[in-house]
């Protein structure tokens, strides 16, 4: 038997949501110890795996790390056969099986419903070990105030409050504006589009420049929230334990207190894992598995609101080639720049001109040589830095808009077209919560790690499909100021879930009959039961969710009883 002693406070999920809990109770004298149910991937708990230097200098090659940690939370079946299947391979009518799940297939999911792409990473540090470290701020008159036509409902947490919280997440997430402000593409872009009329500005995101190169830099992500504690041994305070999964919580007769846990450990599952001392408990392990858990545990009944009033976002997406004068002038576009960023403009409108003139200078040199040395026919450095700007989501455009060039699980260039060239654009839309709209949890069918099948049960209002067509015509409308369609990357919606942003299945609010947690994200009813991230939100998002998610943990913490 395996018996960790000594704690008072346990946290399920590794993510940057339950480290800023854990960051937080340790500087508070408290003793806490986090399991997650997937594995340590790098030296230090919950680095991002984008920092590796090989996807420093080709981005693209991420996107395979990406797809290969996304877990998909639940797949329709499909029984339409392989028609160009070898007629002598083995065969069968799975009319005559029902019920049979193939390939952790859902049987119970309706494909219209479905958020297909909708998944979960098992790993220390969670979706953080490949984020794009985004961190806008919520917008109060759209993201924290919902006016459904009848009461105008007002953010469980103030605004003042959340202004104080909000700088306290920037401070663990060392999250920056200015690190790609000397970015060429980044100054182009800006700057075409503040031409434009459009409202554009640096996107905010956890990483830093690094010291020994300028051209590369350093993602943030779980491991910048712990600090200090993301070094394994470096707190007897804290301890981390990977590949250990909590399957249930246990609770009183009355359902008001958690008792203990019943946690296994996954490299060992003969293993007996007793985890004795615990006061308070935190689950952070995402917004359908903390749902789960809870579910498992046997408390959808007495929380009504248990994986309802779903919220998730409709995505648009393209590329963009940039257009041939904006290269050919690049120079002359860079040294027009006025204001805060022409500084940094004229630097890369310099480097650019030393660039082109050394190139040409080989193409010249070339014309009287039988072995021709390579040149560049870009003005742009290679590996410089890519762009990173957004025109943040406002009542009267309830979207979110990111346009850079990042590795996503889509997206991808083919090798015949230079990279420096494309500029991604990611426009993120928003739903409205409504309780029709959940996640349920099976009572037969289990998941990959033998917990409830989750089911989801969700569909866009005309509202939102309004919305999201208008949030269409303004990406278009954005990338004509650009370039070209990337061929393959066209103008597109993708497939529901791909944002790995759901909401409100946890979410905060002042009524237990229609939240889960009260507005210090404890659970209603129960004394020493908390829970943390995105399933938290309780209006809906445009903008990514953690910053958000974060600041909230950092109020929980700071209303936690003393005692």
Not at 195 to 218: C, N, Q, T, Y
């Amino acid at each position: 038997m395996a018996e960790y002693k000594g704690f008072d406070t346990l946290i399920i999920g590794s993510g940057p949501v339950g480290c800023a809990f854990a960051r937080k109770l340790v500087k508070a004298g408290k003793k806490v110890l986090m399991i997650e149910a997937g594995a340590q991937l790098s030296q230090n708990y919950g680095e991002h795996l984008k920092n590796s230097f090989l996807y420093q200098r080709n981005v693209d090659l991420f996107a395979s790390v990406i797809r290969g940690h996304l877990h998909p939370l639940s797949v329709s079946t499909r029984n339409d056969p392989m028609v160009t299947l070898d007629a002598s391979s083995y065969r069968y009518d799975p009319e005559d099986y029902p019920g049979f799940i193939l390939n952790n297939q859902n049987p119970e999911q309706r494909e219209r419903d479905n958020l297909g792409a909708a998944a979960t990473t098992y790993a220390v540090g969670g979706m953080a070990t490949h984020w794009t470290c985004a961190l806008p701020e919520f917008h109060p008159s759209l993201e924290r105030s919902w006016d459904d036509g009848k009461t105008v409902h007002d953010y469980p947490i103030n605004d003042t409050r959340m202004k104080t919280l909000y700088a306290e997440s920037t401070a663990l997430f060392n999250r920056k504006t200015s690190v790609f402000q000397g970015s060429t593409r980044h100054q182009l872009v800006k700057k075409i589009l503040r031409d434009a009329g459009f409202p554009i500005e640096e996107l905010p995101l956890s990483v830093e420049s690094r010291a020994d190169d300028s051209r590369m830099v350093k993602w943030g992500a779980a491991n910048t929230v712990l600090g200090d504690l993301a070094k394994p041994g470096a707190s007897e305070n804290f301890k981390l334990l990977p590949d250990h999964q909590c399957t249930r919580l246990v609770l009183n007769a009355e359902k008001t207190k958690v008792e203990g846990v019943k946690v296994r450990n996954l490299r060992n599952l003969n293993e007996t894992v007793s985890i004795p001392d615990i006061k308070r408990y935190i689950v952070a392990c995402g917004a359908v598995l903390t749902p789960q858990l809870l579910h498992v545990s046997g408390l959808s009944e007495k929380l009504p609101a248990l994986g309802r009033y779903l919220t998730e976002q409709p995505m648009a997406f393209c590329q963009v080639v940039l257009r041939q004068e904006y290269i050919d002038n690049l120079e002359k576009l860079l040294r027009e720049v006025t204001g805060t960023d022409k500084e940094h403009a004229e630097k890369a409108a310099k480097r650019v001109e030393d660039y082109r003139k050394k190139q040409l200078e080989i193409v010249k040199r070339n014309q009287s040589k039988s072995v021709r040395d390579p040149a560049d026919p870009l003005p742009i450095p290679k590996y410089e830095l890519e762009p990173n700007l957004t025109i943040a989501a406002s009542p009267t455009r309830p979207w979110h808009c990111q346009i850079h060039r990042d590795a996503f699980s889509y997206g991808a260039v083919p090798p015949s077209v230079d990279t420096r060239l494309i500029v991604d654009l990611r426009w993120f839309g928003m739903s409205r919560p409504r309780e029709s709209n959940w996640v349920e949890f099976s009572k037969t069918v289990k998941d990959t790690f033998d917990m409830p099948q989750p089911t989801f049960h969700f569909q866009l209002d005309d509202q939102e499909r309004q919305w999201a067509g208008e949030m269409m015509a303004d990406m278009m409308r954005v990338a004509s100021y650009l370039g070209g369609f990337m061929p393959g990357s066209e103008p597109q919606f993708l497939a529901p879930g791909l944002p790995l942003h759901i909401g409100g299945t946890t979410r905060m609010g002042t009524s237990k009959d229609t939240s889960v947690v009260n507005p210090e994200s404890q659970v209603w009813g129960i004394e020493n039961l908390w829970l943390g991230g995105n399933g938290l939100h309780p209006f809906g998002n445009a903008g990514n969710p953690t910053h958000t998610s974060v600041a909230m943990a950092i109020h929980a913490v700071e209303k936690m009883p003393k005692n």
